[in-house]
T-cell receptor
């Protein structure tokens, strides 16, 4: 079992719809969880971090964490073509010293 | 958010030469910096973790004598690719964390082409 798993996609949604991106992790001791966006040919950009169970909202983005199920998700409301990118889930296991990235989910928002 | 710069943004070198890439945290002190490599259409691959003032910790399979990492200050880390070969051609990205949030901020990356 991989440490951090994501569906590779591509996930296609129409413009204006909600995009739902999922991530599961294997280490129950994981402490911090992050979502990054990576455009083709560019480096990753931090979208959100989440540390405790529940939802965290920032603009059109909502991160959801369920530690019991070892599951993190990212919802993008009112998806725009500019949201088309690869979304990386990252999990931190050891106070900033041990990060694991998932393989990423490619999102395509169709105009 | 915090800003991380990398220099150069791209470099072409001949096989057998060495290349140095700089990573700087511009508006915060980075206690830990990471170096990643990414091949086209593939995931990020962590190469090493460096803490200021101590030796870098390399991931399994990464040759520490080939990829020299120096984290000399709280704002600067360097990666030197020694005796580069065409198979070292890749996108090298650094990142840094500097606070209790453990949020990693990435530099813009350096595209290395070895001819």
């Amino acid at each position: 079992q991989k440490e951090v798993e994501q569906n590779s996609g591509p996930l296609s949604v129409p413009e204006g719809a909600i995009a739902s991106l999922n991530c599961t992790y294997s280490d129950r001791g994981s402490q911090s969880f992050f979502w990054y966006r990576q455009y083709s040919g560019k480096s990753p950009e931090l979208i959100m971090s989440i540390y405790s169970n529940g939802d965290k909202e920032d603009g059109r983005f909502t991160a959801q964490l369920n530690k019991a199920s070892q599951y993190v998700s990212l919802l993008i409301r009112d998806s725009q073509p500019s949201d088309s990118a690869t979304y990386l889930c990252a999990v931190n296991k050891n106070y900033g010293q041990n990060f694991v990235f998932g393989p990423g989910t490619r999102l395509s928002v169709l105009p | 958010g915090a800003v991380v710069s990398q220099h150069p943004s791209w470099v072409i070198c001949k096989s057998g030469t060495s290349v140095k890439i700089e990573c700087r945290s511009l508006d915060f002190q980075a206690t830990t910096m990471f170096w990643y490599r990414q091949f086209p259409k593939q995931s990020l691959m962590l190469m090493a973790t460096s803490n200021e003032g101590s030796k870098a910790t390399y991931e399994q399979g990464v040759e520490k004598d080939k990829f020299l990492i120096n984290h000399a200050s709280l704002t600067l880390s360097t990666l030197t690719v020694t005796s580069a070969h065409p198979e070292d051609s890749s996108f090298y990205i650094c990142s840094a964390i500097g606070g209790a949030s453990y949020e990693q901020y990435f530099g813009p990356g350096t595209r290395l082409t070895v001819t």
